[in-house]
């Protein structure tokens, strides 16, 4: 049985004020909820705030990106260890907003998610193909080569310490959601993909849909059996909104 979860990814969104009213309400809000995991993902700035007010509740937090390296001059970067001070407990690894605008490449993302494992967070490793590639009939390969790139390095029992978050890059921040069908689809895929190397693990596996999951849509997304959860991005800037997603997936 695999519970789900539903993370936020808050992106460049925030402010002290904005987040205490942020985070105190889904604290209220999500504080009789036990079926399913919850979490944020923050800009670091607002790693402390975060730590401070959820501490001690159902919701963890974790970074959206961070350097590979353990330290050295790398100005502007954050180092995983930085991260896990602040008790994070997942982070966020090669979001489409990272792999093409940031150029980071699949070996990039590799050293960042064997680094995560290592400082004791869990890798949200993000796959996904673009509008062309997806219009091209090219989900599959494109998702399988973001997969084999992680399980030729560190191997299929890796994910076991791991979390996967499917995200088309055409359905995030567009409001046009994958259709439960053919997300289940992709998901599916990935889990057959995993469970080639490894069934234990592939059966654990969680794996999240990411792309303009809204209040209206999660019950369907959520319902399908390989989807696990979500990552979250612009609903999970609205206390109710995400409250009510992340209570979608508490009563499945
Ligand atoms: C995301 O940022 O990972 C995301 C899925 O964004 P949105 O929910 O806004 O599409």
């Known amino acids: ?14 402010s002290l004020e904005k987040n205490w009213a942020l985070l105190s309400a889904l604290v209220e809000g999500l504080r ?23 501490r001690g509740s159902n919701i963890a937090w974790g970074g959206q990106n961070m350097n590979q390296h353990e330290a050295g001059a790398f100005t502007g970067s954050v180092a995983p260890h930085m991260l896990e001070d602040f008790g994070c407990s997942y982070v966020i690894i090669g979001h489409s907003e990272r792999r093409g605008p940031c150029q980071e490449t699949d070996p990039i993302i590799a050293a960042k998610y064997v680094a995560a494992i290592n400082n004791g967070m869990k890798p ?20 399988a080569r973001q997969l084999d790139a992680i399980i030729h390095q560190e191997g299929a ?18 409001g046009r959601a994958a259709s439960p069908h053919k997300a289940q689809a992709v998901h599916a895929f990935i889990r057959n993909r995993v469970a ?14 990411g792309g303009s999951v809204r209040v209206a849509n999660a019950a369907q997304l959520l319902s399908m059996p390989d989807i ?25």
């Open 1 to 14: 049985m695999r519970h789900k979860l539903v993370v936020g990814n808050w992106k460049m969104y925030g």
């Open 32 to 54: 009789d909820c036990r079926n399913a995991n919850f979490a944020v993902c923050v800009p670091h700035p607002y790693l402390y705030q975060a730590q401070t007010l959820l």
């Open 124 to 143: 949200i490793l993000c796959l996904g193909e673009k509008l062309e590639e997806h219009e091209a009939g090219l989900t599959h390969e494109v998702v």
């Open 157 to 174: 029992h890796s994910l076991a310490k791991a979390v996967l978050a499917y995200e088309p890059v055409w359905a995030i921040g567009t």
């Open 196 to 209: 080639g190397h490894d069934r234990g693990v592939a059966a654990k596996l969680r794996i999240l849909y």
């Open 228 to 252: 696990d959860g979500a990552l979250v991005g612009n609903a999970s800037l609205v206390a109710e909104q995400f409250i009510a997603i992340c209570r979608v997936a508490n009563s499945l």
